[in-house]
């Protein structure tokens, strides 16, 4: 028995080696190629003002990939990034409270959306796609409400979070890495995660052993929630203003994240630092469009191309694995 399971962990390992090694390869390919194309592309400024870019981009594509992973889907999440941060800026524009007080207010409502997306799909059995599209519609009506559709200029009280920087690298970008190592030691390292990883690939099967599925749910939603709170603090912080068409396209790019990172749209399969390689592929693609000098349309064909091919890949990878197995046993 021992030797079984010793059997299956190297294999895991190989498996995770192997999903890294691709993504690198993939990620050292673009740069060459854009390297070759563009003269300015290879410097530390470029690679340097891209990874402080991404900040709010990773942080929200770690909650989504724990969402994914349980098989459902949150379109809610630039929405809610713009409707906490038009919390913060109100709070902090209009009320003058400050700085400790807005953010707390500002992780509050994020976790709030998290929470009640989740309480619907769970207690109404409900397809978290449809109420999470209605909580899209419903967090950027509220951003648009709190700010009277207007940006909220806010300034240097919260634009030094964005400032402080470690080798060029910014606070924020700092804190993306940390929450990225945080979240994959807690879906590799914890029974919270290996019961994420169960609820996606049998949520029955999971129940039946024991596993207290809604309130594992519940625990999710809310954690991306929260995430996109956070998201939505460095995003403002970047910015120096509240702005509530923040965070638009944000579900899309962190789905594309995820899934160019391997994980599964059928739930049951995912990896946090496999999503943080996908969204670093996303930046060094569109930064290398942007140096070759083509126009947004060109960008978004190619982009889209990029996310289509790394489905197809991931599903022929998929079906090669469960081969392998079945020649094995």
Not at 70 to 80: C, K, N, Q, R, T
Not at 131 to 145: I, S
Not at 300 to 315: E, F, K, M, N
């Amino acid at each position: 028995m021992g030797r079984e399971s010793l059997k299956d962990q190297r294999e895991k390992l190989r498996s995770l080696i192997a999903d890294y090694l691709g993504m690198v390869v993939v990620l050292i390919g673009l740069i060459a190629v854009f390297s070759l194309s563009a003269e300015n592309f290879l410097t530390l400024t470029t690679f340097r003002t891209s990874a402080n870019q991404i900040p709010a981009a990773i942080i929200i594509a770690v909650g989504m990939t724990f969402v994914l992973i349980i098989a459902e889907i949150d379109l809610s999440v630039g929405s809610v990034l713009a409707l906490s941060a038009a919390v913060l800026g109100v709070i902090l524009v209009q009320f003058k409270l400050p700085l400790p007080l807005a953010v707390l207010a500002c992780l509050v409502v994020g976790l709030g959306c998290g929470l009640l997306n989740g309480f619907v799909t769970v207690r109404w059995a409900l397809p978290s796609f449809i109420v999470t599209l209605g909580m899209m519609e419903v967090a950027r009506g509220g951003a648009y409400l709190v700010t009277n559709s207007q940006t909220k200029y806010i300034g240097s009280v919260v634009e030094r979070i964005a400032e402080t920087s470690l080798f060029g690298l910014s606070f924020p970008f700092l804190l993306a890495i940390v929450i990225v190592f945080c979240g994959q030691l807690i879906l590799s390292c914890t029974r919270f995660g290996r019961h994420v990883v169960a609820i996606g690939a049998n949520e029955e099967a999971a129940r039946l052993s024991g596993i207290n599925t809604k309130s594992l749910k519940l625990a999710v939603f809310s954690l991306s929630g929260l995430l996109c709170a956070v998201a939505a603090i460095i995003n403002t912080s970047r910015m120096g203003a509240a702005d509530p068409n923040a965070g638009s396209g944000f579900e899309l790019q962190a789905i594309a994240a995820c899934v160019i990172g391997g994980t599964s749209l059928m739930g049951g399969r995912g990896s946090i630092i496999s999503t943080f390689f996908g969204v670093i592929i996303i930046a060094v693609l569109g930064a290398g469009l942007t140096h070759v000098g083509a126009q947004e349309p060109t960008k978004r064909l190619i982009t889209g191309l990029v996310i289509v091919a790394a489905v197809i890949l991931d599903h022929y990878r998929h079906r090669l694995k469960k081969q392998g197995r079945s020649i094995c046993s």
